[in-house]
């Protein structure tokens, strides 16, 4: 109740102003202050609360004033008002966002104008500064993150602009120790003011969030992606995301992709083909079948079909969070397959990927291919592990200058596989070099191993 009442009396305050204004006043116009406002970008990320921070970013605002022509007689103190408070953002919904500390800082009732005397009468004056806002006076003020004052926690598009009350005059009327005045009742001949706001021009901004952590924005694209996420609470939906034909869903966010209506027959929708799976990572398997198969076996190969082994028997759904194998290396010639059954346990049909897959255990990341590299400079070879099928205990390190011919120890790593070491390039001359890591386990048995994807060159 009590900060109803600040409020109601600041409104109060102003209109009186406003009044006293146009009974006594000789009306001014505006004055000739331009008030600009202006952010640093145009998509902020918003971190969402309960979720690992995804380093959110400031909401930098700046608010300038410049006097474009006439003198300005501000009321005292103009300059160091406090301006962050004093923008009002329209949020997503058409909502109305002011500060949320403009209330606190307002102590008790506001005081109204003092009473001086003049000529044996007692008038309202307000003490103005006598430093007045001459032409070219321009007055800069940066806020450097608009979230610590205001409630923009709502993914969605923003405007915001200034709007900032205050009273203007043409003259000072009189000064009383020291402290010059303007008159607000009965200003004298030739003198007027004015009371108002000064509003700044509107600007337009997103606030976006990956609340689904699918690693696509809502309501527009960021960082890697062109496209921004048209779901924002279901990681299945996004522009990359597989169109699942007849669930009635945009699943890859693309309005021109059928859903495909009825379906009439088992269909493997993904792993299916050129997909990279990290050993022992969950990887969703997605399927579509027609509406009588009521249960499902899963079974994968990693010999191109030669052998398969069973994922899952008799499972419903038409999804299933696998748990990828930990192969004793890279497997590039993997498929997975489907069969759907119905209620009397009948085959319906079954489908296997279009094309292999691979099963990656370790990636060398760094060379990889096209690096052109100074024999005596130091470089850092970096790989990364996925799930193996022992522990590691011994990382070797090889390179070959003749396309692969033959092999050269660069260093074995003991007891550690920290993903880089780094590497005095010897003295060479070739433009087939590749670099091959291999992991042991305790017994020295190999436990993954990856090559360069293509050749780098080594140069005098």
Known sequence: MKMKKILLNILIGLIVVCLVTIGYGMAQGAPNIKVSLATDKLVYLLDNPGTPAVDPDSLKMVLTFKNNGGTVITPIGFSERPFHLQLVFTGPDGETI??????????????????????????????????????????????????????????GRYSAKARIPTRAYSCIDYTVDTISYSLIEKPRQGCSIWAGALESNTIYFS?????????????????????ADCDDTNPNVHPSAIEIPGNGIDDDCDSSTSDGGVVTQVSLLVPNGGDVLPSGGTYAIQWVAPSTTVKFDLQYSMNNGGTWTTIASKITGTSYNWTVPKPLNNKKNCLVKVIGYDASNVKVGEDTSDSTFTIEVIKVTSPNGQEIWKAGTTHAITWTTNGTKRLVKKVKLFYTYNGGANWILIYTILRDNPGSYNWRVPVASSASCKVKVVLKDRLGKTIGNDVSDEFFAIQP
Not at 121 to 141: F, M, R, Y
Not at 207 to 227: C, F, K, L, N, S
């Open 98 to 155: 002011t500060a949320n500390e403009l209330t606190d800082t307002i102590k008790g009732d506001p005081e109204p104008p003092p009473v001086i005397p003049v000529n044996g009468q007692l008038l309202q004056a307000e003490p103005v500064d006598d430093k007045t806002l001459v032409n070219g006076w321009v007055l800069s003020i940066t806020i450097p993150d608009a979230h610590a004052y205001y409630s923009l926690m709502k993914a």
């Open 207 to 227: 606030v976006i969030a990956d609340a689904d952590r699918d690693g696509y924005y809502y309501p527009d694209a960021y960082g890697i992606h062109a496209e």
